[in-house]
């Protein structure tokens, strides 16, 4: 039984390398086997994690090492020989099956406080959308959904849908709509408001297709200073984008419904988020930091910050610090002193013009 599924799975992944290899345009798509090198390698990772796949880095390198054995098998390589070896892949291999990764408040913070009003308009939609990135490659005009639905209630949308012309066809063929936020679609119909040489949206000058949106990032990465850019993923701002929609509301998040968040990202079940699912459940077993019980109980009340004066009987004297226990320091207006208090002793400090 494991010896079939290996095969099938040895025969999936190879066939998706033929597919991707095939459709690579002037010319950069490899003939023969012992043509496929490194860096070819390296870009059907990217496009496994990237583009329509959608692949976690994780299934993405399993998918690369099969297709190293295939290749070392042709060849004729000894063991451990080909245009990878394994510890290329180590820290993705490593990750198994964990929680999805998304970006930090800080790693977003970094990246958008560097880039230009384009660059904003363009990785807000990814983040704030959850499409693919073809999905972003193939945004048009007409995408563009604003109603009026009554006054003061306005539906904000972006519709995704294959347009065969452009040679563009959704994951599963279906056409969806995904709310957007109004600034987000400010951006988006000031964009579609310049003038450019094609419908697209995030075309390039040339008004085709921009097939280069993660050199982009990577590019922003290296601006804002972040560590290793390489670890800076287009699907990335997908992921965060889930777990934002399924995040409790408490935590920050939307806390959108399960089954509307499937349909928002263009899936037929909910499997394909139980990966965020879990990750949002796990962060709400988080218990909130509270203040010690001790603290609780010897801290003032809101609106105790005056009490009387333990020298001349003024009500307007103000509780300068409350410690732990029940001490305290007590400045009167009237008398100018400063009286420590402690187990009902009083102790006369200094005059407030002193200290």
């Known amino acids: 039984m494991g010896a079939k599924a290996t095969k099938k799975a040895h ?10 290899n095939e459709s690579l345009e002037n010319k950069k798509g ?53 245009p990878i070896k394994k510890s290329d892949y180590r820290r993705e291999l490593k990750t198994g099956q964990t929680p999805p990764e998304i970006y930090t408040r800080d ?43 009554s006054p ?59 097939y280069h949106m993660l050199d982009t990032l990577r590019s922003i990465a290296k601006r804002a200073g972040m ?17 934002n929609w399924l995040r409790a509301k408490r935590l920050g998040g939307k806390g959108y419904d399960i089954g509307v968040v499937r349909d928002w990202l263009g899936h037929d079940d909910c499997k394909s988020i139980e990966a965020y699912i879990a990750h949002v459940r796990e962060e709400e077993l988080i218990e909130p ?3 010690e019980p001790a603290l609780l109980k010897n801290s003032p009340k809101p609106d105790s910050t005056h009490t ?18 029940g001490s305290r320091i007590v400045f009167c207006p009237r008398c100018q002193d400063l009286v420590y208090e402690h187990d009902g002793k009083r102790t006369l400090l200094k005059k407030r013009d002193q200290v």
């Open 11 to 20: 025969r999936h992944d190879l066939r998706e390398f033929e597919a991707w």
């Open 30 to 82: 490899k003939k023969f086997v012992e043509e496929i090198d490194k860096a070819h390698m390296r870009r059907f990772f990217e496009y496994l994690v990237d583009d329509e796949p959608g692949n976690c880095p994780f299934t993405a390198a399993w998918k690369l090492m099969r297709l190293n054995k295939f290749i070392r098998t042709v060849l004729k390589l000894d063991a451990g020989k080909g």
């Open 107 to 149: 790693e977003l913070k970094l990246l958008f406080e560097v880039m230009t009003a384009d660059e904003v308009a363009l990785f807000e939609t990814f983040l704030n959308s959850g499409l693919r990135k073809r999905e972003v490659m193939f945004l048009e005009d007409d995408d563009l959904i604003v109603e009026t639905l």
């Open 152 to 210: 003061g209630l306005v539906k904000r949308q972006i519709r995704v849908t294959s347009k065969h012309r452009l040679g563009f066809m959704t994951k599963n063929g279906k056409t969806r709509f995904v709310p957007v936020e109004r600034d987000l679609m400010n951006k988006l119909l000031l964009l579609k408001g310049t003038k450019r040489p094609s419908k697209l949206l995030f075309g390039t000058r040339t008004g085709l297709p921009d």
């Open 227 to 243: 560590g290793d850019p390489t670890q800076c993923w287009l699907h990335k701002f997908r992921s965060t984008c889930a777990t």
């Open 289 to 291: 930091d509270e203040p």
């Open 308 to 325: 009387m004066c333990p020298i001349c009987g003024c009500t307007d004297a103000e509780l300068s610090s409350t410690f732990i226990g």
